[in-house]
């Protein structure tokens, strides 16, 4: 028998409250024990965590090479699509060892933010110039090596992309991107996990190949031009298009969700589709700020997700969800601070249906806070604390299926490989 591993949680969140001196213990890499205000005193080997500790963090949307644009596409002005050309250059540079190089490093940056399942919504699939490599999945798995080597779950969301835009060919280093059509890319890439890039990328009547897919994440309605466009082709906006082909549910996450109309978020809500908001990259791309809680009290889920990396911290996320409310709205108090950490801990919108919760059976994923660092000394050492004080270098230690992770003198060595695998690209 495996001799459980045992933690003494100084503070935790466990069922819906912070609560203090929580024994944990862990066996095949679940939870076997949680028990509050409990006596260490009788697990094997217990040792204490200090500070407030979070079940494990989920990243519902990420681009990982897109880690390697930051602070780049920053630089003057431009808009979404001018960071796009940006942003395909960089496509154009990655073969499987680099990219592994890259994603790896990515990877363990989220990891000591505390993330410990990610939503990778991988499109790069082939050469630069579109044919295939001889594993026609060889930068999938490079994704999935990359996420083993730095202690991540990850949830590899196969993405389609077959048109520059509404049934236009691809083009340029959109050719990597593309199987052709959707049946070639469902081919390819099997059962599992899947992704249409967008309404824009796969027309109307290839959309039927994606039902019964779970689950299934989309681009939804990022950009103004990109529903106007779909009206213009379609008569619809691209959330009554996907309602129409039977897409929407509690299966399928949209990414982004900004640009709705009433009938969108009613046809959301009633779906219970879940909505993976990303605050700090549509502040970045100055893509606007969504109806994330119009659609939460329509009925949709809200998840979170860090996109494009220019900023990796999901207590960032987590936060400007409020914020960016009170900026709209002009009032406070939107969000609790329990119903942000439920955004950031929605595992099962990744398909992972046994994370997100310090309790007997599910995986064994803790993510420690300090609690006395400059940003939350005095803040109360609670779930306010976490939401609207912490930032991700306050974690201090991580562990994903029983498993430490990171430890907070892992940072030199990650900013070491991040520099590295970003110099290489440039």
């Known amino acids: 028998m495996t001799t459980p591993t045992a933690w003494l949680l100084e503070r935790a969140w466990v069922d819906g409250a912070v609560r203090d001196d929580v024994v944990v213990e862990v066996a095949g890499g679940r939870f076997g024990r949680v028990e509050p205000g409990g006596d260490a005193t009788d697990a094997t080997g217990a040792t204490r965590l200090p500070g407030l500790t979070l079940p494990g963090l989920a990243n519902g949307h990420s681009h990982a090479f897109h880690r390697a644009l930051r602070g780049r596409t920053q630089r003057g ?14 496509a154009g540079r990655l073969e499987p060892d680099t990219y592994y190089t890259l994603a790896r490093a990515a990877y363990r940056e989220m990891v000591a933010a505390g993330v410990t399942t990610v939503g990778e919504f991988h499109y790069l699939h082939h050469r630069p110039d579109g044919t295939p ?25 196969d993405t389609a992309y077959v048109s520059s835009g509404f049934g236009a060919p691809v083009e340029g280093v959109q050719r990597r991107f593309s199987d052709g059509d959707a049946a070639g890319w469902a081919a390819r890439a099997g059962d599992g996990p899947a ?37 213009a082709t379609y008569g619809v906006t691209p959330t009554r298009l996907l309602h129409d082909a039977g897409l929407l549910g509690p299966g399928t996450t949209v990414v982004h969700a900004t640009h709705l109309t009433d009938d969108d978020v009613a046809l959301l809500g009633a779906s219970r589709t879940n909505v993976c ?36 911290d999901p207590f960032e996320e987590m936060r400007a969800l409020e914020l960016d409310e009170r900026l709209a709205t002009e009032t406070r108090g939107h969000w609790s601070a329990a119903e942000l950490l439920a955004a950031a801990t929605a595992h099962d919108a990744l398909g992972v249906d046994d994370a997100g919760a310090i309790a007997v059976g599910r995986r064994a994923d803790l993510v420690t806070l300090d609690t006395r ?15 609207f004080a912490a930032t991700a270098a306050d974690v201090v230690h991580v562990v994903a299926d029983g ?24």
């Not at 002005?77 to 960089?90: A, C, H, K, P, V």
């Not at 001889?134 to 994704?143: F, G, K, L």
């Not at 003198?409 to 900013?415: F, K, R, S, T």
Request: charged share 25%; net charge negative.
């Open 77 to 90: 002005r431009g808009t979404f699509w001018t960071w796009r050309e940006q942003m395909y250059d960089l």
């Open 133 to 157: 490599y001889d594993d026609p999945n060889a930068m999938r798995e490079a994704v999935r090596a990359a996420a083993a080597g730095a202690g991540l779950r990850v949830a590899l969301l």
């Open 195 to 231: 992704a249409i890039h967008s309404v824009r990328a796969v027309p109307r009547d290839q959309l039927e190949v994606f039902a019964g897919r779970a689950p299934l994440h989309v681009h939804l309605s990022e950009q103004r031009a990109e529903n106007e466009a779909c009206l």
């Open 277 to 312: 908001v990303t605050p700090t990259t549509e502040r970045d791309l100055a893509d606007g700020i969504g109806p994330a809680r119009r659609l939460h009290e329509a009925g949709a889920r809200v998840t979170l997700g860090s996109d494009s990396h220019a900023v990796v």
């Open 373 to 387: 660092s400059p940003r939350t000394a005095g803040t109360g050492a609670d779930e306010h604390t976490a939401v």
């Open 403 to 426: 498993r430490v992770v990171y430890r907070e003198d892992d940072d030199a060595a990650i900013g070491r490989e991040l520099d590295e695998a970003i110099g290489a690209l440039w």
